[in-house]
């Protein structure tokens, strides 16, 4: 033997993380092959496994560079390298998956077709010329086809579809760009478009399905387009009578449509666009953002797609059907603007439709036609939303598609407990732990009916089978009617393990906490919609003090009636009416001239069904009302969005008066009394509304402030983490934000979770594995 061959050296390299669908065993050849390193590489359930051999010096420099140049979409948490018995390999290869017990790799997200896909796409001599289903290892869907792990073809809907030729060549040679890339798939051998009628029977295939809806769309026509998580229902953003039809039928008088965009140029024609926004925009994941519509908009269909809003949604084509659309769309109209209207096609609030049955069923009376195809989507996931308040770090408003699944690191050790965290009710996700690890769920939805129930059960199952966990504790809310709790209790009693109920407003505070991996005290501030507090009233405006992750209420704001409970929510001048009582006002009768206001005073002063409310979501929703910009909403927030977009190009210096008091406990009560007569005698005497809505989102940011220093003073804490979902109204976060960090506090906010109740489901799993730990 040479003295050469001497040196050769054997070494099993294991990687865990998200390393697999992501092009990383092609990677890991190319790199073999550079490195003159023989051996082979395989999935494992837990990542991948590299058996190499080679010159020591080349080893080592081999395991450099995978940690290195690892593919943009893998997440390598570990490499671990032990000497392994020589095999003698004569070359690099790469072997089949093998499928063990224990699961712990983690799945890829859903990834927008490449730039090489695209220009494939678009030439007229590539055997992939036009076809909507091209991908390749860098991207195409993932999680939305994957029924279990190892992510490989069998084991996703693309299963039913046999490869051609051509196609298994470029997938079984390793330095091709689709080797190993489980969607594959061509014209021979894949899936097809079918562009159908509203009986559901077939009119077109494949090229001419799409041209003929492109066609469909510049007439007006709505159509329900089969995407990469479920259906959208879309139209020309342009065609006012389109988009007011599509309000009518899915009877949605007014809560904002998403956009997508054909490209960057045509969003910039319709907002602002900073740099930020424009990577996030174009990025892999392509989630909608929000962003600021530019004053003038010519077209009025955009104050119909977004009435009363500063913001409008949008989205770049993610999927190759979208750019086909669009392709076809622009010629048909020449230089015109290619936007569509993209929502999720649901009915109410019942999650995306999902199946070709679901679409027949539930779309039919809303959608003219069917743009669908045959392959399967196994899990459903809606468009994630974004907003980039200034100056702080995106915030999430929907995390799902593109995203999910996730995983966040939120404890110090392996040795915790599998925790299932059951969420709340609206905007719902739940999170399962492993390890070290929370794996938040895609966007359920507002979990409020059977369809929306079914999907989080389903979801539930099947995140328990792609983990492979078992979970011991089951986190829910506090309240006992959400059907997430419902589930806790039923999972609980089935399986026997133990349950804990998390306050909702503590489990927002939580889950900035767990992202952050915060363990120094904090002051926690939660201001919200609703949830039910641990004094039996409704919480949403409060102050807590964080300690070991031990939360206690420190300040609230000062109770007032909610008339009529869940109808003050939809009726929000019963808010405005109960802000005004609560301040003595006098004349109250002539602020809301067409309403019941005697009756309703008379139950608030009576007590009658009035549950007590600190929420500063309502407070919100009570001085829009005063304020005259509507008295009922149709969508959650409303209220609060046009007293956000009226204040957002209007800097007021002015602070409205307020209070701290403390009670008899030692608890802080602010009252805003002051304000309200304040914003009633402004609105009387003709204030210009802008200044008014500014001011008011002045005085809440100052009162954040002010309770956050008397708290730091008595309990010596300098960091203040802030949840909820009035954190997405982009003003108060970035004053807040500005007032804390001015007095000198550490300020945290949500930034892998929404600050909404997407996020709850994190905070209670947090809380519940930390106090099983003591
Ligand atoms: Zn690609
Ligand atoms: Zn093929
Ligand atoms: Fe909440």
Redesign the pocket.
Known sequence: MSKASKAIKSALVSVSGRVQGVGFRPFVYRLAKKHSIKGEVRNTPQGAEIHAEGRKSDISRFVKEIRKHAPGQSRISSIRLAEKKPAGFPSFSISSSRSEDKLTAEIPPDIAVCGKCLKEMKDPSDRRYKYPFINCTECGPRFSIIRKLPYDRPNTTMSVFKMCGLCGEEYSEPLDRRFHAQPDACPECGPEIVLRGSDFAGISETEKAVVSAARLISEGRILAVKGIGGYHLCCDAENMKSVQLLRKRKNRPAKPFALMAADVEAVKKLCLLSRAEKKLLCSPARPIILLKKRKNLEKASYDVIAPQNAFLGIMLPYAPLHHLLFDSFKRIRKNAPAVFVMTSANLADEPISRTEEEAKIKLAGIADYFLTHDREIHNRCDDSIIMLPEPSSPVYIRKSRGYVPDSISIFPSRKMPCVFAAG?E?KNTFTLTRGVNAYVSQYIGDLDNREALRFYEESFKRFTEYLKVTPSVAVHDLHPDYLSTVFARELSSKTGIRTVAVQ??KA?VASVMAEKGVKKPVIGV?F????LGEDGNVW?GEFFTVNNGNIERAAQMEYFALPGGDQAVREIWRCGLSLLESAYASGISEVFKKRPVDIVSEMIRKGVNCPKTSSVGRIFDGVAAILGLRDEVSYEAQGAIELESLALDFCARKVYNFSIDTAIDGTHVISIRDMVLQILKDKRNGADLRAVSSAFHNTLAEIIKSVCVILARRHGIRAVALS??VFQNRILHSLAAQRLEASGFDVYFNELVPP??GG?SLGQAWLAANNSNE
């Open positions: 709340a609206l909702h407003h927002h939660a919200d919609g609703n949830g949403g909820g979902g909404n109740d709850i």
